[in-house]
């Protein structure tokens, strides 16, 4: 079964530049997450897809970040302009289904590669 | 606030150590704990918790979930230089617009020695 792609791997942008992540999921996974992870500390949920409808986008800052899901596959992050402080790593996770009623494989998340994002 | 506290914070030992990994949280509405292993970039999955007391174990790891006092542990016996890696512990939240929402505590840093 193939993982969670992602691209590019890393990223070097001048800050008030525009930067975009890809993101295809594992297939069949209906839940989709993007996870900013800044250097010493864990990931941090930015937004979380549910095929192609936002399910929580409580800590994307949405002045500067934009994600979608078109076709409830891929996805797309954006950010636009960036700052020093966007500087971390971008995590796609995706995952089989968020209606199980209680904890099962389904529930696990599975990560993907990353991109490494260097604003200067 | 969903918090999720890890300790500690890093940790060296030396190859044949058994080390333990502490994991406490404080969430509304849990429904599962997961334990990552995170090398370079992308967490690798490790277990999932759901229920108190019952031991998940692979090879030389093994987890348990305390859902009355609230945290969970992971053991690694017989320590390898290949076991050197952030250890991630997430809970994750059931219900409402936060269903699935994995919050992550910071990460313990292990390294083994040879």
């Known amino acids: 079964e193939a993982g969670v792609a992602q691209s590019p791997r890393y990223k070097i942008i001048e800050k008030r530049q525009s930067v975009a992540f890809w993101c295809n999921p594992i297939?069949?996974?209906?839940?989709l997450y993007w996870y900013q992870q800044i250097l010493g500390q864990g990931p941090k949920l930015l937004i979380q897809?549910?095929?192609?409808?936002?399910?929580?986008d409580s800590q994307l800052p949405k002045d500067r970040f934009s994600a979608e899901r078109l076709k409830g596959v891929d996805s797309t992050l954006k950010i636009q302009p960036a700052k020093l402080e966007d500087s971390a790593v971008y995590l796609c996770?995706?995952?089989?289904?968020?209606?199980?009623?209680?904890?099962?494989?389904?529930?696990?998340?599975?990560f993907g590669p990353g991109t490494r994002l260097t604003v200067l | 606030e969903d918090k999720v506290v890890q300790s500690p914070l890093s940790l060296v030992v030396h190859e044949g150590d058994t080390v333990t990994l502490n994991c406490s949280y404080e969430?509304?509405?849990?429904?599962?704990l997961l334990w990552y292993k995170q090398e370079k970039k992308a967490p690798t999955f490790l277990f999932m918790l759901?229920?108190?007391?019952i031991e998940k174990k692979s090879g030389r790891l093994s987890s348990i979930l305390d859902k009355k006092e609230l945290f969970s542990i992971l053991n690694i016996t017989a320590t390898q230089t290949g076991d050197s890696a952030v250890y991630l512990c997430?809970?994750?939240?059931?219900?409402?617009?936060?269903?699935?929402?994995?919050?992550f505590g910071q990460g313990t840093i292990l390294t083994v020695h040879p």
């Open positions: 996770a995706s995952s089989s289904s968020a209606l199980v009623k209680s904890g099962g494989p389904s529930d696990t998340q599975y």
């Open positions: 297939s069949g996974h209906a839940t």
């Open positions: 897809f549910q095929n192609n409808g936002v399910v929580d």
């Open positions: 969430v509304t509405n849990f429904r599962s």
């Open positions: 759901t229920s108190s007391g």
């Open positions: 997430a809970v994750r939240l059931a219900g409402g617009t936060s269903y699935g929402k994995l919050t």
